[in-house]
Nanobody, 122 residues
Framework: QVQLVESGGGLVQAGGSLRLSCAAS????????MGWFRQAPGKEREFVAA????????YYTDSVKGRFTISRDAAKNTLYLQMNSLKPEDTALYYC???????????????WGQGTQVTVSS
């Protein structure tokens, strides 16, 4: 049973930074892709970033490129999302995701954590 536990969300002013963490357990993750999605009130869950656990290939949605960095610590089974230059439109509930790397990484699918709230004030 895959378990994903997010942390690191909070309230930050525009232009600030946060680092999200996702502690993963229950599987050997070397054959998986992991990533982050977010969901704002009244909107669908959307892809933010993903990383192929085995070779660290990364993917980002256009709106976060150059501002967010996804990484993982294989020894700790932990996924990170460093978020810099935050904007009010980044406000959302951020979910950690684990999935088969051969699926469409941009589609909301696979295993999920409970989410961590990120609020960016203007």
């Amino acid at each position: 049973q895959v378990q994903l536990v997010e942390s690191g969300g909070g309230l930050v002013q525009a232009g600030g930074s946060l680092r999200l963490s996702c502690a993963a357990s229950g599987r050997t993750f070397s054959s998986y892709a992991m990533g982050w999605f977010r969901q704002a009130p009244g909107k669908e869950r959307e892809f933010v970033a993903a990383i192929i656990w085995s070779d660290s290939t990364t993917y980002y949605t256009d709106s976060v490129k150059g501002r967010f960095t996804i990484s993982r610590d294989a020894a700790k089974n932990t996924l990170y999302l460093q978020m810099n230059s935050l904007k009010p439109e980044d406000t959302a509930l951020y979910y950690c995701n684990c999935r088969n790397p051969y699926t469409n990484l941009f589609r909301a699918d696979g295993y999920w954590g409970q989410g961590t709230q990120v609020t960016v004030s203007s």
